[in-house]
Structures are given as structure tokens and as C-alpha cells.
């Protein structure tokens, strides 16, 4: 029987704001992509990333321009080949697998050769703020892995104010790309004094030379730089750790064969997320057995998840059902 695509655009509420040094937001817009076969449901779910050029309609619009392809019998290997890396791609690609996962009655992980996927402890996102917010939050939270928002300017004493009230957390320092190259020594001071686990994407994609300087004091991660294979000869000698995002590979498929590629080279993994729902954070969940640091922690940013969502324990996480994916 011919598959059949179907497209929903969902907004879900974050509970107060998301800030980060690029902006704020109260709401998460995603994209949803159904496979069907007449008798199976495969689902997948994407977040269009502006900073990456993307659009809710021009996400919809590509995965629209792959309907007759997966009416016809598309797989996730001729996926690889008509669609880039990017939001749209990561729809159609958990889509496929869950559809796999459900005609044949063999979960998602065993498919991917993964013989079980345990429970994990992710991060949980401070919000940029004054030091006195983002140090308020981080105490009220009472979470063992904090990832804190930076936005350049003053973040010595947002790190300073995270650690005197979180003072036995994992802290996890993510400027997204606000950093500046004189910046550095001084940001890096801050890290140091407080402990911090990992600086991820302190400077601008494209200006990650200037890192090379400052190797060897804290961990440095890859986000923004970092989206597919084809990225990783240019960062080698700059960072420590790659953070590997579903929204970024175009999907599981080539972030199983990135994270491959990545090892070999000596790289670290990290399992980041968009804000979204579970049904996002479900395929991730599949990586998070080769990762070092894991955040996936969308759903808890929301102020209601959608039903069937993946089972928070405060930071542990525990792998999807059925009835949500794979």
C-alpha cells in the first residue's frame, strides 16, 4: 500500500521564557511529520532553526517536495541523497525509522544495533539573566547538570553567582557563539574558578582559530560549527567535544554515522536537543549510550508536553515508549 504524508505545525508554550544570547522565546513551533502505510504510524518531529537559515514554512515546504518520493517507497538511505542536512530531513528521517520500528515489531533501538538504551541524566538550561536570576534559578532548581546560558559581557559573575548556589553541580557553559576573542582569557578565568565541565561554542562559527590558543584548560564543545560529518577535519585541533544535534545532522541516520566518525578521531559526544517536545528528544535518546554529556531536556522547558511524552525523574530520563516512538 502506498505511504502516506502527513504535516502539522504544533506550538507548545515554554513555562516562562528561553534567553539566550541571540533572544528570548515563550513558545516552541514545531514541525511534525506522520508516515503512514495504511496499517503503521511513524512520527517524527523537527524544530526550524532560524540561525541555520530555516523557516517553519520553507521546513514544511521541503519535507511537502518529498511526498510522491514517499508515496513511492523512500527509505532513510535515498533520504540521505535528495534531502541536506538540516530540520526538514530530521522530520522524515525519525518518521522512517519509526515506521520501520512499528511494521516490523522490532524497536528502534535493536534496528540501530543498540541492545538496550538505559536511563540517563540530562542537563537542565539556565536562561541568560542577571547573575541574581540565573543564580536564583540554578538553586531553586536543584539539578545535578546545569547548562548556563552566557552572553558575553558579565558572564564572569553569571558563572560565579551558578556556582556559589549550585556548588556540587556538573555546569556545563554555553555562550552560543557570544564570546569574543578578548574575551576569552578572562571567561575562561571564570570557568576555571568555578570548576565548570565544559565551555561549549564560546566564539563564532567561523572564528574557532582563536581557540586553538586556549586549549587545555577546560574542555571546549562544538555546536554551531559542528552539524554533519563534512565538519569535523575543520575543527580538529579546536575543540574537545562535538555536540551532536538531530535538527542539525538531518536526522538519526547520519548522526549515528557522524558520532562514528567523531570517536575515531578522539572527540567526545555530546546529545543536545531544540527546544521541543519528547517526540524530538525519543530518537536522541539512541545516542545518549556513546555520550559524555547529555541535554535533552526540552520537555522540561515546556509548560506541558504531549501526550505519551518521554518519564522525567527529575534529571533522569528514562527511553520512549511504543506509544510515543520507535
Known sequence: MPRHLTLAVEHFAIAGRFVISRGARTEAVVVTATITDGDH????????????????EGVVATIESQRVAIAGGLDRTGLQEVLPAGAARNALDCALWD??????????????????????????????????????????????????????AGDPARIAAVRAAAPDAVIIADA???????????????CDRAAVALVEQPLPAGDDQHLAAHRGLIPFGADESLHTRDDLDRLAGLYD?????????GGLTEAFALIADAEARGLGIMVGCMVGTSLAMAPAMLLTPRARFVDLDGPLLLAEDRPDGLLYEGSVVSPPTPALWG
Open 176 to 190: 552560543n557563539e557570544a564570546w569574543t576573542p578578548d574575551m576569552l582569557a578572562d571567561n575562561l578565568a571564570a
Open 41 to 56: 504510524r511513524g512520527r517524527g518531529e523537527c524544530v526550524p532553526y532560524a540561525r541555520y537559515g530555516e523557516s517553519v
Open 241 to 249: 567535544v562535538v555536540n551532536v544535534k538531530l535538527d542539525k545532522t
Open 99 to 152: 515506521l520501520e520500528a512499528k511494521i516490523t515489531g522490532v524497536p528502534a533501538h535493536v534496528l540501530a544495533g543498540i541492545a538496550r538504551v538505559p536511563r540517563t541524566t540530562t542537563a537542565y538550561t539556565i536562561s541568560l539573566g542577571t547573575p541574581e536570576a540565573m543564580g536564583y534559578a540554578a538553586q531553586r532548581s536543584r539539578r545535578p547538570i546545569l547548562k548556563i546560558k552566557l552572553g558575553g
